[in-house]
């Protein structure tokens, strides 16, 4: 999005000339709503300056617990697993077992969530562990 954005301002600075400067600008700037209204629909949002964030927390249960509430102000959310043991990370409101789950992280591996995805996230140890867990909003 951002070098169509560019791409038309340039062209919009370039245009001289009265009504056909106008109509040249106008034709421009519908061309730059129409991409944004289909990236809206889409679901993307421009990007945000993050002023604020959680983190990090520590995450350490060995039976379901949550890493991370539901958040309509989240963007991003990060999880290190720090400890010995895997952990079972899961993006929704299912419970999180051994066997069901989104993604397995072993000992050393870093999980970026999804960016803007606001949803529940829940976890389990298998064994104890240890996850720093960083939200950013």
């Not at 421009?28 to 944004?36: G, Q, R, Y």
């Not at 993050?50 to 927390?57: D, L, M, R, Y």
């Not at 952990?87 to 970026?112: N, Q």
């Not at 996230?121 to 909003?137: D, Q, R």
Request: with cysteine.
């Amino acid at each position: 999005m951002g070098w169509q954005t560019n791409r038309i301002l340039e062209t919009i600075g370039t245009a001289t000339g009265g009504t056909q400067s106008i109509n040249y600008n106008l034709e421009a700037i519908e061309a730059l709503m129409v991409t944004l209204q289909a990236d809206v629909a889409d679901g993307l949002r421009p990007p945000n300056a993050t002023t604020g964030g959680t983190g990090p927390t520590t995450f350490t249960s060995t039976s379901y617990g949550t890493i991370a509430t539901s958040s309509t102000g989240r963007l991003g959310c990060t999880i290190f697993n720090s400890g010995p043991g895997n952990l079972h990370v899961t993006l929704g409101t299912a419970t999180t077992s051994t066997s069901a789950f989104s993604v397995k992280l072993s000992s050393g591996d870093y999980y970026e969530v999804p960016f803007n995805y606001t949803g529940l996230i829940g976890g389990i140890f298998a064994t104890a562990g240890t996850a720093e867990v960083t939200t950013v909003s």
